[in-house]
């Protein structure tokens, strides 16, 4: 069932420490990534990490898939430029050994990790280490009985999946739990989140799994991830997309900005424009696109370009700077106000001089 929330009212989980990032309880929602490096490629996977670190990632993955995976965890840990969450499947001695390691969090999943007594030693591992375990439901490796049961992959095969580990967990007095249930398919994607923040308040990590490539890919993550944030449900986030992972850190930076959740960035709003379009919008917009590609300002910038009278001056004073197209030229508009007519020659080179000075500012 949805519940229904005050805009901008996230849903109250408790927190988990993952390394010194808070997942849940009002922190911030934080974005991680998984790396695509062979983890036993300790130079490769550490220059990756870097690389997300660079653009804003907050917490890294590892797939430990095999002993050699494992041993090149305490030399990474040395270095790592972030809290590193070890990807665990169907072997749960590699859990043991990631977190002797020193690794910051798990992710089980619960579809092939195996009996309970394996995962209570996991737990009593996790738990003497003080480290929280993601209990990690993904649609592609849902248990046999429980496709069986419900036919396909459902909202609720998910939810019962991850209640059997979680019950697990908890019977072996373990509730540092985070809980992912992802699927490729958007509607059962968001119906197993909305289940699930409505009948536990552990904090959620949210993500489409599977999306694809950039492109479609980018879309359906937008849809999915934002969506749940939109409804307060979600405490951190990865964006899956096929391909170098810095690309799915730049999107969840983007969702987060759009929705006002994180601040920072620079939103450019441009009319679609019609056959009233006094200027040529589309090259305005790309010109601004490109000045302002990797700035980041103190505050969100936002910057309006408009083709002509008609929503132009509305949307040019709502922002930091905007332009509403006219006759042989524009208005240019800075916080609310008119501060002159200019040419259509002259709008762009007054406007990029002046996005220069307000990151300045900011
Ligand atoms: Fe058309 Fe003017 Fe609206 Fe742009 S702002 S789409 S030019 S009516």
Known sequence: MIQIREPGQRRLSRPV???PVQIGGGAPVSIQSMNNTRTADVAATLAQLRALQDVGCEIG?????????????PAILRVSPLPLVADIHFDYRLALAAIQAGISGL????GNIGDKTRVVQVAKAALSAGIPIRVGVNGGSLAKDLLA??????????????????????????????????ASRLPVMLDAYRQ?????????????????????????????????????????????LTGDPVAEV????????LLELRPGGVQIISCPTCGRTKIEVAALAQAVQREVAGLKPGKPLTIAIMGCAVNGPGEAREADLGIA??????????????????????LLPELLSRIRALVEEY
């Open 196 to 240: 699930m923040a409505a009948c536990c308040d552990y904090p959620l990590h949210i993500g489409v799994t599977e999306a694809g490539l950039p492109g479609l890919g980018s879309l359906k993550s937008a849809i999915g991830i934002g969506t749940l944030l939109a409804e307060g449900i979600g405490d951190t986030l990865r964006v899956s």
């Open 325 to 346: 197209g006219g006759q042989n030229g524009g208005l240019l508009f800075a916080k609310g106000e008119v501060i002159g007519r200019y040419s259509e020659e002259a």
């Open 17 to 19: 420490m993952l390394g």
């Open 149 to 182: 049961k419900y036919g396909s992959v459902t909202a609720e095969a998910l939810v019962e999946s991850a209640g059997r580990q979680i019950e697990m967990l908890e019977d072996a007095g373990f509730y540092r739990i985070k809980i992912s249930l992802k």
């Open 107 to 110: 992710r089980l999943n619960p």
């Open 61 to 73: 993955r590892l797939a430990v898939a095999d002993e050699e995976d494992a041993q090149a965890l």
């Open 250 to 257: 730049r999107l969840a930076q983007d969702i987060l900005r």
